[in-house]
């Protein structure tokens, strides 16, 4: 607080300063004569020295005809100091004087309040007054934006110039029409790959806001840390309003608060709103300002610029930082919604949710915020991330290996006891029982638990199998529960595995079809097969079926002829335009798979497979076959009718 005073101190002179230049020449003039001339205090003649006898000077002749000045006997000439004049003398104005600064009305009305100047930070001050400039990064460490992201080519990264001749119009309607999640497990991974990815911007787009658009949809399909990684990739001082927002909600969701600090103490007043001024007071806490921070929180809980819960969860996470804070009780009984900000403070905080509030929220609207946010939140225990991570699972979030880790992490937890343990022994049961029927067995009792797991068409506790799954042998003895064998498995691209199945499913079977979509190479597929899967399909409206043509004509795996006869069976037309799909037929005709990939997640939009059109289908997989991403094309289509 010392510190910041004496910088406050600084400052007022900084100000009083330019205030006195504005004044002009009356002003110094009045200072001057204030000064006066300095009197000695002593008796007259106590300090003159004797006069020493010195040979008079030899006079100098004067200029332009004026008269020379000529010393008085007995003293030395007077020589003023460089830059000063001496008075009654001409030119008592310096030639080379600088300019007195001026001020306008204008500036003066924007120059800040003493309030405000007494609850500025250090940083704050330092931008005032010019102390610190926009960059504290040498220019030799500053980051390019050239490029950004997170995921380079060899990396597994798109291609990092497929952007950067096409129009930024279209790739910026792609972005903001993703609105959230995907239908597709395997859409939202290839998505998440291409947002990931180091990118150049779109021609005649700003690399900045090519960025904040990038991690807008990373924030909203629930990629917060993938989100974060981006933003942190460029440097805080190129954050536009933007991306400084779209930031802001990626380190809440992962539950790294103080992670905005930089930005928010760099920014310092950019902004207004009540969570804008709570996260100035935490990292003012977290800079050694505890003081400045308390002030501003007593402030803020005072005029209300937020609710009272959000106050007192930021000065608890805010008194962590600094020394003799008080203690603060968070208060949940008026709260009657739960919000980001309140569920990644208490998260942060080791603070329990009540359970009537988080109820709430897991049956509103922003539910799978919720969700896809706790179940990477690394503070919470596995106990409590299990009911978040099954969705996050289905969803294309958490790999099939991190699923695993949780529930192994919860099997090893003898003092949790909830329904989530009790998966977690079926799933210990799936991989070390000696018998295989018994481990099918054990896989199945998960898979008809799938709404406990993972929630909407229990896909999660497919993606929980899927490594289980693969360690059944390939015998016809299990040939009845081969078609969810596979399916498991693909949930996890475990493609090669599956094949092992392909002598022992029946041509006409699910896990036949599965296996023809996903095989890395096929032969194609004659319409009698075809015909003999519809002939078996019971899904609703035959959608499987619809799928499945779909997906084999996107591949290439079924002649053009047998495709439309089949489709028009199924009263599907694929030769149908609309503007999106000639937008993707029109990228992957340029062999644009970055392009095809964001357009690809534009039209795979929605909460269940039921959202998701045969044509769309169709599009998606022969545009990504067309540009090499064959692998997702394949993925896509397979999880099309394990899900349809």
């Excluded at 002593?42 to 004797?50: C, E, S, V």
């Excluded at 910026?172 to 497990?185: D, E, K, Q, Y």
């Excluded at 180091?198 to 399909?221: Q, T, Y």
């Excluded at 795979?604 to 990504?624: C, D, F, N, R, V």
Aim: hydrophobic content about 45%; glycine content about 10%.
């Amino acid at each position: 607080m010392k510190r910041a005073r004496n910088r406050l101190t600084l400052g007022l002179s900084v100000l009083a300063l330019g205030l006195g230049g504005a004044l002009g020449g009356a002003g110094l003039a009045g200072f001057a004569s204030a000064q006066g001339k300095p009197e000695s205090i002593l008796p007259p003649g106590f300090d003159d020295p004797a006069p020493v006898p010195t040979p008079a000077p030899r006079p100098a002749p004067a200029p332009s005809g004026a008269p020379a000045t000529q010393p008085r006997p007995g003293t030395q000439p007077t020589v003023p100091a460089p830059g000063t004049f001496l008075p009654g003398t001409a030119g008592e104005v310096p030639v080379n004087a600088p300019a007195l600064p001026s001020i306008t009305r204008d500036e003066l009305a924007r120059l800040p309040s003493l309030e405000e100047l007494e609850n500025m930070s250090t940083e704050e001050l330092d931008q005032l007054l010019g102390l610190k400039p926009k960059f504290d990064i040498p220019p030799g460490a500053r980051r390019a934006l050239t490029r950004v992201g997170v995921m380079a080519t060899e990396e597994g990264g798109l291609p990092p110039r497929a952007l950067a001749n096409q129009s930024d119009k279209l790739v910026r309607a792609a972005l903001n029409g993703t609105r959230g999640p995907m239908v597709s497990r395997w859409g939202h991974i290839l998505v998440r790959r291409a947002l990931a990815s180091r990118l150049a911007a779109p021609l005649g787009m700003d690399p900045v806001e090519f960025a904040a658009l990038r991690v807008g949809v990373l924030n909203r399909i629930g990629e917060f840390a993938v989100a974060r990684a981006v933003v942190q990739d460029i440097d805080t001082a190129n954050w536009s309003p933007a991306l400084t927002a779209e930031a802001l909600t990626a380190y809440l969701g992962s539950g790294d608060i103080t992670g905005a600090c930089p930005a928010v103490r760099l920014q310092g007043s950019a902004r207004d709103d009540g969570e804008w001024q709570l996260m100035q007071a935490i990292c003012n806490a977290y800079a050694g300002e505890s003081a400045l921070a308390a002030s501003q929180l007593d402030r803020a809980l005072f005029r209300g610029v937020a609710p009272r819960i959000d106050v007192l969860l930021a000065r608890r996470f805010a008194g962590a930082a600094g020394r003799g804070q008080r203690a603060v009780q968070i208060e949940w009984e008026p709260v009657e919604q739960l919000t980001p900000w309140r569920f990644g403070l208490a998260t942060a905080l080791g603070e329990p949710v009540p359970e009537n509030l988080m109820e709430a929220a897991l049956g509103g609207a922003d539910a799978g915020y919720y969700a896809r946010s706790g179940a990477l939140l690394p503070m919470l225990p596995a106990i409590e991330r299990a009911p978040f991570a099954g969705r996050a699972a289905r969803e294309g979030i958490l790999s099939s290996q991190a699923l695993i880790d949780l529930y192994s992490a919860l099997y090893a937890d003898s003092t949790a006891e909830s329904e989530a343990r009790t998966h977690a022994a079926s799933l210990r049961e799936a991989y070390v029982a000696a018998d295989p029927a018994t481990r099918i067995a054990a896989m199945q009792r998960l898979w008809e638990a799938g709404n406990a797991i993972g929630g909407g068409d229990g896909y999660g506790a497919r993606v929980l199998t899927a490594y289980a799954a693969a360690r059944i042998p390939a015998d016809a003895a299990h040939a009845d529960a081969a078609g969810a064998l596979i399916a498991s498995m693909l949930a996890a691209g475990l493609d090669r595995d599956a094949l092992a199945w392909r002598e022992v499913v029946d041509e006409g079977s699910l896990g036949w079809a599965l296996i023809v979509l996903s095989a890395p190479r096929s032969n194609g597929v004659g319409q009698g097969a075809v015909e003999s899967f519809i002939s078996d399909d019971d899904s609703a409206e035959s959608r499987k079926s619809a799928f499945l043509v779909a997906g084999l004509a996107g591949l290439g795996r079924l002649d053009e002829g047998d495709a439309a006869a089949l489709a028009d069976d199924l009263g599907v037309d694929l030769a149908r335009q609309t503007r999106w799909s000639r937008a993707i037929s029109r990228a992957a005709a340029v062999n644009n798979p970055t392009l095809v990939a964001l357009l690809a997640g534009l039209g795979m939009q929605g909460t269940s497979w039921e959202q998701m059109t045969p044509l769309h289908l169709y599009h998606i997989t022969a545009a990504l076959t067309r540009v090499g991403l064959e692998a997702e094309a394949r993925m896509i289509a397979a999880e099309a009718v394990a899900r349809g």
